[in-house]
């Protein structure tokens, strides 16, 4: 397996299953639309951020999403990752953790000090952050009405 940027030839692969990651990404929570997906994903690869994919063969296997967030705080920059996805056919195999090894090997080379990144609070990923060294920073909670 190799774990390389994603070129423009590979970028329409990966957005078509980016619906499917998302609506996994929030436990079912959220199903974006195909417009929706652009609309969120299209500024990020504008300023800067890129996918790396995990490939077998020419075969995508998974990709993780990443880039810069600046903390509206204290104005400094730290990496972030804004997408982890693995194809179900290829899950279970230790392709998110080496996706995000790499990643963090990304920020360590761009002098970032901080990586941060979101996820649902069931997300199975969580356990995956923790064993990589992440910690709980904030908390976000909602009241359904």
């Known amino acids: ?11 329409p692969h990966i957005l078509e299953h980016s619906r499917q990651a998302i609506y996994e990404g929030t436990l079912g929570d959220v199903m974006p639309s195909d417009d929706k997906v652009k609309a969120l994903i299209s500024p990020l690869l504008e300023r800067g951020c890129y996918y790396l ?3 077998e063969d ?4 998974g990709w ?3 880039g810069k967030t600046t903390d509206s705080f204290t104005d400094q920059d730290h990496g972030f990752i804004y997408e982890l996805y693995v194809l179900e056919a290829f899950r279970g195999k230790g ?3 080496q996706l995000m090894q790499t990643a963090v090997q990304k920020f360590k ?10 996820a649902y609070v069931e997300n199975q990923a969580i356990n995956l952050y923790k064993k990589l060294g992440f910690k709980e920073r904030t908390v976000t909670m909602s009241l359904n009405l």
């Open 1 to 11: 397996m190799e774990i390389s940027k994603a070129t423009e030839m590979e970028l």
């Open 53 to 55: 994919l995990a490939k």
């Open 58 to 61: 020419e075969t995508i296997l």
């Open 64 to 66: 993780v999403l990443i």
């Open 95 to 97: 392709i998110a953790k």
């Open 109 to 118: 080379e761009a002098n970032y000090k901080q990586i941060r990144l979101s």
